[in-house]
């Protein structure tokens, strides 16, 4: 008999063998893959540039997937909020890196300890933030039907864009061009700079780090055995609510760290502009697995390429316009052909 905690989606996924991979997920990777070798061949330089694009932005993105995932992993709620939360990280950084600290274009020396002490500061707030938003909208709705949770978090979504909008205006927020723009190599004439490898050796730690807390460690195994079976997790002495809180902070801190590097790597954020970088993070999740780690950032890093090379090249390539378009449509076919993801597993609906 098929019990209910079979029927969960595992917050670390098992990857066994290309053959829980189906053609679908193949395709779409090598048609990925075939889009950009073709384009490498036409317009080497251009290609290569649009390829460190795509990879920074998907770095980004991977750390806003992390959080939709590690929550739905727990809860199987899709937390729109999340995306919101990230947008108010980066507000929240232009605002500790301009009017408190008041760094400028080209910092330097000491003044990347004000940065790190920023992004301390904007994790932690976002953390709060995001915890607090469980406390309050989602866990006295716990017991209720699947659809109420959800109306919620979309609410909570429109309730932070308008925090952000009376706080800082409808107007884009500027941020000081503080990330080095130093050469680390080239090849041709493209030049790979520091802003863009910063994004991704931060991405890279956070995502081994995730993995070894929700295997390796005490809470991980809490985190675990929550997602699992709450009220079994419940009986074996695990605090249920406070591990939820703990997820959901973490979550947040991830939401605020992505907050300050876009805005840094941007250097722009408005108070609409989570709404739409969260759905791209959730179709990233969506794509690589939701309830998977190394999924999300899977997921997140395609979607970057995909992103990039749409908007890089005009060779057989829609467009900007298209981006969003293009995106979507993937979740689509993701939801109908792979429900599960790239790196999810098929798990049967138990009674």
Same mark, same amino acid.
């Given at each position: 008999?098929?019990?209910? !905690? ?10 066994? =063998? ?7 997920? $193949? ?34 993105? %991977? ?20 995306? *919101? ?12 890196? +301009?009017?408190?600290? @008041? ?5 330097? @020396? ?9 992004? $301390?500061? +904007?994790?932690? $707030? ?35 864009? *308008? ?28 030049? #790979? ?9 931060? +991405? ?24 699992? *079976?709450?009220?079994? %997790?419940?009986?074996?002495? /695990? ?18 760290? !992505? ?11 408005? #108070? ?48 900007? *316009? ?9 979740? /689509? ?16 609906? =138990?009674?």
């Amino acid at each position: 008999m098929t019990t209910e !905690a079979s029927a969960q989606v595992p917050l670390v996924g098992k990857f066994r =063998g290309m053959g829980v991979v189906p053609m679908f997920g $193949l395709l779409l990777v090598a048609l990925v893959l075939a889009w950009i070798v073709i384009n490498f061949v036409k317009e080497l330089e251009a290609s290569t540039n649009v390829l460190f694009i795509g990879i920074t932005q998907g770095a980004i993105y %991977a750390l806003v997937a992390l959080g939709y995932t590690l929550v739905y992993g727990i809860l199987e709620l899709i937390n729109f909020a999340h995306g *919101d939360v990230f947008m108010l990280g980066g507000m929240i950084s232009a605002t500790f890196a +301009t009017s408190v600290f @008041g760094l400028e274009s080209g910092a330097s @020396g000491a003044d990347w300890l004000l940065v790190v002490l920023t992004l $301390l500061i +904007t994790m932690l $707030l976002c953390g709060t933030i995001n915890a607090s938003i469980e406390l309050i909208a989602y866990r006295p709705l716990r017991g209720a039907p699947r659809l109420a949770p959800l109306i919620t978090a979309i609410g909570m979504s429109f309730i932070l864009q *308008d925090i952000a909008l009376a706080w800082k205006g409808p107007n884009f927020i500027s941020v000081p061009d503080i990330l080095p723009k130093g050469r680390i190599f080239h090849i041709g004439g493209v030049v #790979y700079q520091w802003n863009k490898l910063i994004v991704v050796l931060i +991405t890279v730690p956070v995502l081994i780090g995730l993995v070894y807390l929700v295997q390796n460690t005490r809470q991980g195994k809490a985190m675990r055995a929550t997602a699992q *079976d709450m009220d079994a %997790a419940a009986m074996m002495g /695990i605090n249920v609510n406070r591990t939820i809180s703990f997820t959901f902070l973490i979550a947040g801190s991830l939401a605020g760290a !992505a907050g300050l590097l876009y805005a840094l790597y941007v250097t722009n954020v408005r #108070y609409d502009q989570g709404f739409q970088l969260g759905l791209i993070a959730f179709t990233a999740a969506v794509l690589g697995g939701i309830g998977n780690l190394p999924g999300a950032v899977l997921g997140a890093l395609l979607i970057g390429l995909i992103q990039a090379f749409n908007e890089g090249f005009k060779w057989h390539a829609p467009g900007s *316009d298209w981006t969003q378009s293009i995106v979507f449509s993937i979740l /689509i076919l993701i939801l109908v052909f792979r429900p599960e993801g790239l790196l999810g597993e098929r798990t049967p609906e =138990g009674a």
